[in-house]
């Protein structure tokens, strides 16, 4: 079965600053997808960066940018200039290549201090 | 990408009754997937719902409780049954295009 493991529960961050979010997984597949998903306390969810395990480039959006290491499965999110709105629990995600369905890590707590 | 409607957006229930809960989607999708997250919790999928056929639940979700209903490729409904307290929690539906799409969340409190 696959897993998702985030082992920073909460971090924090002055405002322009870097900060990189942690994520392992585990799975036998070898073709899936692993996203980056953002939380407000509006509680949607919003999808912040996705990448395909088939692509050796690492996705970047804007200030958002990933390091995903396939054979160590590690995918780890890169917020550059952080932003007060950037405040927000963050979820790493896997995706099955023949499924739907998600499979959410516990989550990081961002805080970006002024 | 896909715009999904959810509601409600939040409800107070009484203990032992039932809340039914809906999701339209702008385009056709052949998987709805509802999700549970418990207060300061992650994500859990309670199950797959497929138009035409009896949703697949994961473990620890049963159909008595969770009955869900795929009338079209658009439309889904969660039923939480019988509640308790200990289902206080947000709801999601969401469907999968290239990414995963989600609705805005159902808030429920049981008392």
């Known amino acids: 079965a696959q897993t998702v493991t985030q082992s920073q529960p909460e971090m924090s961050v002055q405002e322009a600053e870097t900060v990189t979010l942690s994520c392992t997984y585990d799975t036998s597949e070898n073709n899936y997808y692993l996203f980056w998903y953002k939380q407000p306390p509006s509680r949607q969810m919003i999808l912040v960066i996705r990448q395909e395990a088939y692509k050796q480039q690492n996705a970047t959006e804007n200030r958002f940018s990933v390091n995903f290491q396939k054979a160590a499965k590690s995918f780890s999110l890169k917020i550059s200039d952080s932003q007060l709105g950037d405040t927000a629990m963050y979820f790493c995600a896997f995706m099955g290549g023949s499924q739907g369905n998600l499979i959410f890590g516990k989550g990081t707590k961002l805080s970006v201090k002024p | 990408s896909a715009v999904i409607s959810q509601k409600p957006s939040r409800d107070i229930c009484q203990r032992g009754t039932s809340l039914t809960i809906q999701c339209q989607v702008d385009s056709q999708v052949t998987m709805m997937f509802w999700y549970r997250q418990q207060p300061g919790q992650s994500l859990t999928l309670i199950a797959t719902?497929?138009?035409?056929?009896?949703?697949?639940?994961e473990s620890g979700f049963v159909i008595d409780k969770f009955p869900i209903s795929r009338p079209n490729l658009t439309f889904s409904t969660l039923t939480v049954s019988n509640m308790s307290p200990e289902d206080s929690s947000i709801y999601l539906c969401?469907?999968?295009?290239?990414?995963?799409?989600f609705g805005q969340g159902t808030r429920l409190t049981v008392v």
């Open positions: 969401s469907v999968v295009t290239f990414e995963a799409f």
């Open positions: 719902a497929n138009q035409g056929s009896e949703a697949t639940y």
